[in-house]
């Protein structure tokens, strides 16, 4: 099933900036929406969004009319989300070793769950989003990208499979194995 | 103990893998019927069901609740100013017939020109559009020259 527009897909192929303009309008919100959810960052989120389109637009070529247009869009999304966790994390690593060579009680200072969150309040508004948006940077990026697929973004577990390449089964146990996770951290918190 | 995730171990007070599987099979409705009412009799019955069960259900519902973050306003402009910044101007080979027409210059270019036409012919001696009357006296028909035999 395709879910863009011969006319438009033909137009991108002829590298229309229009067409572009149209593509990025139509999906900005949803990359933007998956890559922040992946990252927790603005930035990031945006940065990364940015990249996606660039990557796609320069791909178009290669996209073969087989799967929806917007599983594609996804799958590069997830890919390019996945790749910057991955160079986030070793950059985290690097920047703590020289950290830890400057000072060794900088580790104190660690980013961590919020604490001492009175946990009537935790699960209102912001700070449940907050909380959720910690639970969720907890997981790896494999983990991470299935149960936001999932649960924030509500694709269906057949374009999950597409989107991650990933067999019925894995996406299965993987989305069991986040969900258990993010419920014992947000039980945790719940509970102080 | 069992393979079967509905044989339940009532002396554990976690949930195996295999019922948290189901227990997430069963809220995302992928559980055939006859499958879906064990497991409601389970979390009726069973309180490491029902608490897992309640516990599922919530963290679903605060996941799709999340707000959907949208993308800058200036999203769109940042990306083409990035593509164009990146490619010298060149990415974008062919661009449409609307790009490459100012069509808001040629409007008013085609305004003033049509303004302009209208207004020499307007105060032309000869133009069609001039209204101004000659209180000159008609000239006479060639007829009323003509000497009388």
Redesign the interface.
Known sequence: MIDLDKALLKRLRDRDERAFRELVEAHRDRVFNITYRMLGNRAEAEDVAQEVFIAVFKTIDSFREESKFSTWLYRVAVNHCKNRIKYLARRHERDRDELDEASPSANNASLGPTKGARPDRALEGAQMEVLLQEAIASLDEEHRAVVILRDVEELSIEEICEITGLPDGTVKSRLHRARAALRKKLARHVEG | MSNDPLQTDATNDELT?DE??LL??FH?N?LPADKAKEVVALIDRDPRWRG?SD??A???Q???G???????VT??E???N??HR?SGGA??????F??RVPFGVLLIIGIVLIIGVAFMLWSSQTGSLSSRKTNAPAEQSGADKLPRP
């Open positions: 893998d948290i599987a997430s099979d995302d992928l897992a516990d599922f919530a963290t679903k605060a996941l799709s999340l707000q959907k973050a949208r993308a800058p999203f769109s940042d990306l083409t990035t593509i990146r990415f974008f080979g062919r661009r449409a609307g790009d």
